[in-house]
């Protein structure tokens, strides 16, 4: 299994952006096979799908919510997978945690996620 690591959170005020990156440690992604998921849980909520990339075949999916506004894509190398937040609003604060598995996509549920890394932390305030 993958062990994935999440950077780029940070405190931005409302209307600003932030761009989170996903890469592999210890290993390298495999886009070819898995899907990579965006999740994540705000304080005292469950953990939510965000967005996910499929790259076979290509396809992107997003929640509601951050449709628009959101965007997932691989970096070039496809070594990593960026999550660029635009417009970013208050309820989007949470720690936010990328995943990857085969199919993820099908069904962006954290219930099939085999596994978690430590997050990064957004924060949306004045």
């Known amino acids: 299994q993958v062990h994935l690591v999440e950077s780029g959170g940070g405190l931005v005020q409302p209307g600003g952006s932030l761009r989170l990156s996903c890469s592999a440690s210890?290993?390298?992604?495999?886009?070819?096979?898995?899907?990579i998921g965006w999740f994540r849980q705000a304080p005292g909520k469950e953990r939510e799908g965000v967005s996910c990339?499929?790259?076979?075949?290509?396809?992107?999916w997003y929640a509601d919510s951050v449709k628009g506004r959101f965007n997932i894509s691989a970096g070039n190398a496809k070594d990593t997978v960026f999550l660029q937040m635009d417009s970013l609003k208050p309820e989007d604060t949470g720690t936010y945690y990328c995943?990857?598995?085969?199919?993820?996509?099908?069904?962006?549920?954290?219930?099939?996620?085999?596994?978690w890394g430590q997050g990064t932390q957004v924060t949306v305030s004045v």
């Open positions: 210890g290993s390298t992604l495999d886009l070819d096979w898995d899907d």
């Open positions: 990339l499929s790259t076979t075949p290509g396809r992107t």
């Open positions: 995943a990857a598995d085969h199919e993820l996509c099908v069904l962006v549920d954290p219930a099939f996620v085999p596994s």
